[in-house]
């Protein structure tokens, strides 16, 4: 089945920088989500972008979205050691489940 | 509100024996799905829901593994018998559609087969 692929595998930076994360995918989809996941928790909903939308904002994070290149990049600006979790993007491709790829770790250090 | 909850959160017993997790979606969702985390497959989907009458088993990896949804306050995930290799954290993520909207998640069961 298809599967978002996050690059980088990992990432780290420091506080105050920015992160970008990218994902890409196989085939046409409905929408795209990026989650975070904290050492020991469940996945956290951060963003959902539609196939129709280029880019949306929510604090801190922007996502963009390139349908034509199938693909996807997540920018935190400004990192804070709080920030750092493993962060997975999802596809829905058909209106029904999502498909995560492996994700991508983004540790930041003060 | 209260999230998706689930119990146990950890959960070891010795191979061959019978397995459950539960699962208490947010009320009012009507999609639930399960889902195994490990290192090297990350994150599977394994069936899901949709008002209470499961969608999609092909993620379910053998017949030992087994899910119901009697109704909508609560699933279970039962493996029977459990083996070492099916160690892994095991989520459950309610949403309150199947598509086209996030998916809330538990905090997990994490599971170890000896």
């Known amino acids: 089945s298809q599967q978002g692929e996050e690059d980088p595998q990992a990432l780290s930076i420091q506080e105050g920088e920015n992160a970008t994360m990218n994902c890409s995918y196989k085939t046409s989809i409905n929408n795209l989500q990026w989650y975070r996941q904290n050492s020991g928790r469940g996945l956290v909903h951060l963003i959902l972008i539609r196939s129709n939308e280029r880019e949306k904002h929510s604090g801190r994070l922007r996502v963009t979205l390139d349908t034509s290149k199938k693909s996807s990049s997540l920018l935190i600006t400004a990192s804070r050691a709080a920030d750092t979790a493993s962060y997975f993007c999802a596809t829905d491709e058909a209106g029904t489940a999502l498909i995560f790829g492996k994700g991508t770790t983004l540790s930041v250090s003060s | 509100d209260a999230g998706v909850i689930q119990s146990p959160r950890h959960e070891v017993t010795e191979m061959g024996q019978e397995v459950t997790l539960r699962c208490k979606p947010i009320s009012g969702h009507n999609s639930l799905f399960w889902y195994r985390q490990t290192m090297m497959r990350g994150l599977e989907l394994l069936i899901y829901f949709n008002n209470n009458v499961p969608i999609d088993d092909s993620g379910m990896p053998e017949d030992r593994f087994s899910a119901k949804m009697p109704n909508a306050s609560f699933s279970t995930l039962k493996i029977q018998p459990s083996e070492p290799r099916d160690s892994a954290v095991y989520f459950c993520?309610?949403?309150?559609?199947?598509?086209?909207?996030?998916?809330?998640f538990g905090d997990g069961t994490r599971l170890s087969i000896l």
């Open positions: 993520a309610s949403s309150s559609s199947l598509g086209g909207q996030p998916q809330h």
